[in-house]
């Protein structure tokens, strides 16, 4: 069976991209009731006009409705859940046990099991099947075994993480972030303290060198798993990141749409062709967590930063005009006449092009583009289209 | 309102009770983790016929999430609470509450998971399911609790109001993990109630950390009391857990007497006053649209 690659989008311009770039359905945050409050900026006209965009390329929108909810947040659900059903949208993600009852009444709109709920066991996936959701996403903890097992006793749809970000504690049971900031964790104000450096003290000698003790995890990367996950029968492979950038998600889609389709036609291609896709995205260090063997230090993420992308994201195509031949471009970082971009499309076809008489909007000419998200034209001979990305090759 | 303590003996059990204690809460050998103390099926057999002996009641504590290899494990355990006379089975993941229809214990089951049960609607949601109750959040205020207190009486509900509140239950192997990052040899981490964690911008707060087989548990700096919010909520609670996690036994055995008398806990708070707070009664915490 074909599974699913869902993916993030913390807006509609990376919700088409994900979508172009080889997602089969997205997952949104509307301005209620979602985790993620920074990326949670979808508005019901968005999101409708989202769910068309999906639809039109018979893809899907799921949107997460999956803060543990307290009695303030209570108000709108129901009217937020008809908007929802109205408009289309093909499943709702919950995590509180009310909006799991309320989403039953709206037949047309799925429910499926927020990993907040740290799900990790067939017992526990069939239980929440008899209370009427039919997919759960399961726990980061739980192994490529476990997965094995539990989709062996459970006829409900299973979706597993397969990209990014992992907290560290079981999900929805932390709360650092509350007692450390006042941010509630659960209700899409996580501070990262787990990303925080501390010291460690054992009955008052200190342990740790220079605040070296972490709890934070390395992020999520299975390339090399995912024949296997395919194989498990998992429904759903689901790439984290709502916060993260348009290249970034066009990127990671594009490798994972690669090596699901590679793996199901026999073609698979070595794995450093896809890392080394990945790698051209901003990154944390990365590991496959819990999914094989046993987790060591290995995993956990000790000194903080990001590893530079192989290759700069300088602009997206915005337009085209076939006839003259001259692409409207967006700036997203700093490139210049004469630098080599690699032309990165979502059917993959990398040609490099040489920059060169440039122009901004007025038609002047312009040797450097280093004004954020200035609108610039130039002449590409190959035929390019809306959201293809330039990236400046080292 | 029961108080419930969590037993480290047998030989505990008659001082705990004329101190007050209603409820012994004992963690199993097998599905417990943060804990100083756990017993065997049989210690617990015993525990239970020598409790009821006494008039008190015993409930077990399976506090870990359930993983599919666990499956196999829980149901033996199932198995053998449903043969004993146990009086409740607090648990931390719903696959307890999802199994324990199938061996008669579903009326046993108290939800304990620490976070989660956080709005009215929860108990209502689980009386559906027939268990025995819930334990509300631990990270809500006391006008939270008190607006699902009076909004629902028809299933028991409860509260850890006492003792170091944990905020963080990771499976990864922290401390271990760390040890092995620095290349120094992993000390003996069992049962050591001794490390600590501070973060720089908190120079004052300690928050203790600790690691077992199930994973790694990082707590609230301060403890928690709630000796004037219990008198508010008391007309709701079935049961007062007063937890026991990493406090000395003289301070435990004070702090069980003093939520039964007013002298006791004046006398309490006398003496150990200083190092508990109010956690997070009236922390309301922010939600994203107040950032």
């Known amino acids: 069976m074909k599974p699913e690659l869902l993916a993030p989008a913390g807006d509609l311009e990376r919700l088409k991209v994900a979508l172009l770039y080889g997602a089969d359905a997205v997952y949104i945050g509307g301005t209620q009731f979602s985790l993620r409050f920074r990326a949670s900026n979808f508005t019901l006209s968005e999101i409708a006009a989202g769910v068309k965009f999906a639809h039109a390329l018979g893809k899907k929108v799921y949107v997460t409705a999956n803060i543990v909810m307290h009695n303030d947040d209570l108000d709108g659900l129901d009217a937020y859940l008809s908007d929802l059903e109205k408009m289309g949208v093909d499943a709702v993600i919950a995590s509180s046990p009310y909006v799991v009852d309320r989403a039953i009444q709206h037949p047309r709109l799925a429910i499926h099991l927020s990993t907040q709920q740290s799900v990790a066991s067939s017992v526990l996936v069939n239980f929440w099947g008899k209370m009427g959701v039919s997919r759960v996403v399961l726990a980061r903890e739980v192994s490529l075994e476990e997965i094995k097992m539990i989709k062996s006793a459970t006829n409900v749809e299973l979706e597993v993480f397969i990209h990014g970000g992992m907290c560290s504690s079981y999900s929805g049971r932390c709360t650092l972030s509350n007692d450390m900031t006042d941010r509630d964790a659960n209700r899409g104000g996580c501070a990262h303290s787990c990303r925080w450096n501390y010291d460690l003290y054992r009955y008052g000698e200190l342990l740790s060198n220079g605040a070296d003790f972490q709890m934070a995890s390395k992020d999520l990367q299975t390339i090399r798993i995912?024949?296997?996950?395919?194989?498990?029968?998992?429904?759903?492979?689901?790439?984290?990141?709502?916060?993260?950038?348009?290249?970034?998600?066009?990127?990671?889609?594009?490798?994972?749409?690669?090596?699901?389709?590679?793996?199901?036609?026999?073609?698979?291609?070595?794995?450093?062709?896809?890392?080394n896709a990945i790698a051209k995205a901003e990154n944390r260090k990365t590991s496959s967590g819990f999914l094989v063997g046993e987790l060591s230090y290995e995993q956990q993420l000790y000194q903080q930063g990001i590893i530079e992308p192989s290759q700069d994201f300088v602009g997206v195509i915005l337009d085209y005009d076939a006839i003259t031949k001259i692409a409207t471009i967006g700036q997203r970082n700093v490139f210049k006449d004469g630098d080599t971009v690699e032309l990165f499309t979502p059917d993959n076809r990398n040609e490099l092009l040489i920059i060169q008489n440039l122009q901004d909007a007025d038609g002047n000419p312009v040797k450097i583009a280093n004004h954020a998200m200035q609108i610039l034209r130039m002449p590409i001979c190959q035929t390019v289209k809306l959201y293809d990305l330039l990236r400046k090759v080292p | 309102m029961r108080i419930v303590v969590t037993l480290h003996s047998l030989l505990e059990m008659k001082q705990m009770s004329a101190l007050g204690a209603d409820v012994f809460l004992v963690n199993s050998d097998c599905l417990s983790t943060k804990t100083m103390k756990c017993f065997s099926k049989m210690d617990i057999a015993t525990i239970i016929e020598e409790a009821h002996q006494i008039n008190k009641l015993v409930y077990v504590n399976l506090n870990t999430i359930i993983h599919e290899p666990d499956i196999p494990i829980l149901e033996a355990f199932l198995l053998f609470l449903a043969a004993t006379n146990i009086d409740g089975i607090v648990c931390f993941d719903l696959s307890v509450v999802a199994l324990a229809e199938q061996y008669g214990l579903n009326d046993k089951i108290i939800y304990q998971p620490g976070t989660m049960n956080t709005n009215s609607y929860d108990p209502w949601f689980f009386r559906k399911l027939k268990i025995k109750g819930i334990t509300l959040s631990k990270d809500i205020t006391l006008a939270e609790l008190i607006a699902i207190g009076?909004?629902?009486?028809?299933?028991?509900?409860?509260?850890?109001?006492?003792?170091?509140?944990?905020?963080?239950?990771?499976?990864?192997?922290?401390?271990?993990?760390?040890?092995?990052?620095?290349?120094?040899?992993?000390?003996?981490?069992?049962?050591?109630?001794?490390?600590?964690?501070?973060?720089?911008?908190?120079?004052?707060?300690?928050?203790?950390?600790?690691?077992?087989?199930?994973?790694?548990?990082?707590?609230?700096?301060?403890?928690?009391?709630?000796?004037?919010?219990?008198?508010?909520?008391?007309?709701?609670?079935?049961?007062?857990?007063?937890?026991?996690?990493?406090?000395?036994?003289?301070?435990?055995?004070?702090?069980?007497?003093?939520?039964?008398?007013?002298?006791?806990?004046l006398l309490f708070l006398n003496r150990y006053g200083n190092s508990y707070d109010s956690g997070f009664y009236y922390q309301k915490n922010k939600e994203r649209d107040h950032i």
């Open chain 1, 226 to 275: 995912i024949p296997d996950l395919i194989v498990s029968g998992v429904t759903a492979l689901k790439i984290e990141g709502r916060m993260k950038s348009l290249h970034y998600i066009a990127t990671v889609v594009n490798a994972y749409r690669r090596v699901i389709d590679d793996t199901l036609s026999h073609h698979l291609l070595p794995w450093n062709e896809y890392e």
């Open chain 2, 150 to 265: 009076e909004n629902y009486q028809g299933m028991e509900i409860s509260l850890v109001g006492h003792g170091y509140s944990f905020l963080f239950y990771s499976k990864r192997l922290l401390l271990k993990s760390y040890f092995e990052y620095r290349g120094k040899p992993v000390p003996n981490l069992s049962n050591c109630d001794g490390f600590r964690l501070i973060e720089n911008q908190r120079p004052e707060e300690m928050y203790p950390i600790y690691e077992d087989g199930f994973g790694t548990h990082i707590f609230r700096s301060r403890k928690l009391q709630s000796f004037n919010e219990v008198k508010v909520m008391r007309p709701y609670l079935s049961d007062f857990f007063v937890d026991r996690m990493f406090i000395e036994d003289e301070e435990y055995y004070a702090s069980i007497g003093a939520y039964k008398d007013e002298t006791n806990e």
